[in-house]
Nanobody, 128 residues
Framework: QVQLVESGGGVVQAGGSLRLSCAAS????????MGWFRQAPRMEREFVAA????????AYADSVKGRFTISRDNAKNTVYLQMNSLKAEDTAFYYC?????????????????????WGQGTQVTVSS
């Protein structure tokens, strides 16, 4: 079992920045692919970013590419999502997720069904 706890959400003005953190505990963290998804009210959960277990590969949704950066510190069992130039449309509940794989193909990477463990989420609100 893996437990994930997100933090760092809050309210920020458009154009501002936030950094989300996700602390993992349980099984060996370093061998797990980590991802971030988000879900706005009445919307489906959508892929935001993913990072390989080594940190050497990353992937981003087109909507956040160039603005968000995913990173991880395996020594701290923590994955981060640095969010810059935030827009009102980034407002959502952000979820950390993981699966015991080094990497996945594009379809599995960007689908919630490609992951096994989820955190409780943290709210990000961007005011315009």
């Amino acid at each position: 079992q893996v437990q994930l706890v997100e933090s760092g959400g809050g309210v920020v003005q458009a154009g501002g920045s936030l950094r989300l953190s996700c602390a993992a505990s349980g099984r060996t963290f370093g061998m797990y692919l980590m991802g971030w998804f988000r879900q706005a009210p009445r919307m489906e959960r959508e892929f935001v970013a993913a990072i390989s277990w080594s940190g050497g590969r990353t992937a981003y949704a087109d909507s956040v590419k160039g603005r968000f950066t995913i990173s991880r510190d395996n020594a701290k069992n923590t994955v981060y999502l640095q969010m810059n130039s935030l827009k009102a449309e980034d407002t959502a509940f952000y979820y950390c997720t993981t699966t015991p794989a080094a990497w996945r193909d594009d379809s599995a990477l960007s689908s919630p069904s490609g992951y096994d463990y989820w955190g409780q989420g943290t709210q990000v609100t961007v005011s315009s």
